[in-house]
């Protein structure tokens, strides 16, 4: 069947608007109508060449939408189901049959090779190559083909155009709250960083009691918003002579957690520099492959922590319905984060996540 997807040609290029084919859906897969699809971070890391991808791609992996056709086998889902789309895993291995999906042993060949596990592909252009299947979606596109553990079915009575977003940026950020540094109420919390990434941990932080909630960027509209939403003092890194000690004076003797949503070597150190001791320090920011930092070792010592997070270390299919219960409460108002731009504007719409304007530009259609 055709569809309309936005191409990524060369590496930095703009993303070009084209009709392509998807392939039929295999055993285990959904045809997903996109009605939504959030910009995140690694799609423009990926634009850039920071990420290794064959061209020409469809990137695109925050999509949400409506279940439109299920491959054989497939017995969680039925046409008419509303989905957000997550990263996708095999569910077979020794990390996914342990609920450890994003540490899939195929993690990189089911997200980042363009391709099906067994090398077909999901899109062409008659006799020409399209590389889709990015993190088992590709939804930069008006029909995406995901798969039945990827696909997680929402409530029907919440707007499927904006829910996109809970299956990658905002499952990192609150899933490395919940899941990993699991701060008890009262315990310090400290994040840098407030795209979608942070933000998503200060409304986890806060959701779970945290106090006090420190949130660092240089973005004074972000400072406002994470109060907002919960920071209870917030930093300008420019502004401050030393940053680590500020943080400390309102934490003494440090926090107990912290959470690094850049991913710079000074910004990993910083954050594992406000922790008392024993503290947890998670790192989620990406910044190439191949990235090597300093810390302090005697520092570790002290029965301190660094460890990285990929998607929070959440199982999409427990996670994202925690975190729609979270909003129904109240406590995790993600729409606040989002401003959405119509599909044939997608190229401004990942020049504002750039230029840090908006906080999670959701594409949608009409
Ligand atoms: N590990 C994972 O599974 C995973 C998943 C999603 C995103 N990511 C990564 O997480 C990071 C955050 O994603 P996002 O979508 O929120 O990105 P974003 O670009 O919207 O947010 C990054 C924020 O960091 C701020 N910043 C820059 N320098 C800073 C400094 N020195 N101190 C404090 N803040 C600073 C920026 O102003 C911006 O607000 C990205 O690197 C992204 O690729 C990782
Ligand atoms: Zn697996
Ligand atoms: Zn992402």
Redesign the pocket.
Known sequence: MKATAALLRETEGPLTIEEIELDSLQAGEVLVRIRGVGI???DI?AQQGVIPLPLPTVLGHEGSGIVEAVGEGVTRLVPGDHVALSYDHCGDCQWCSRGRT?YCEVFAAVNYFGARLDSSLTMRQGEDEVFGSWFGQSSFASYAIASERNAVKVPDDLPIELLGPLG??LQ??AGSVMNVLRPEAGDGFCV????????AGVMAARALGCDPIIA????PV?LELARELGATHTFD?AASHDLVWDIIGVAAPGVHCSLD????G??IRQALEVLRSPGRCVT????GLEHDITIDQGHLLLGRSLS?????DADPAEFIPRLIALHREGKFPFERLIETFPFERINEAIAA?EA?TV?KPVVVFD
């Open positions: 995140c971070h690694t890391a994003a990658c940026g990192t950020g840098f960083g407030l795209g979608a990434v942070g933000l660092v960027d240089p973005n972000r890194p949503a850049v991913g710079t000074p910004v989620v920011g990406f910044q990285g997070v990929i998607e929070g996540a840090g906080v």
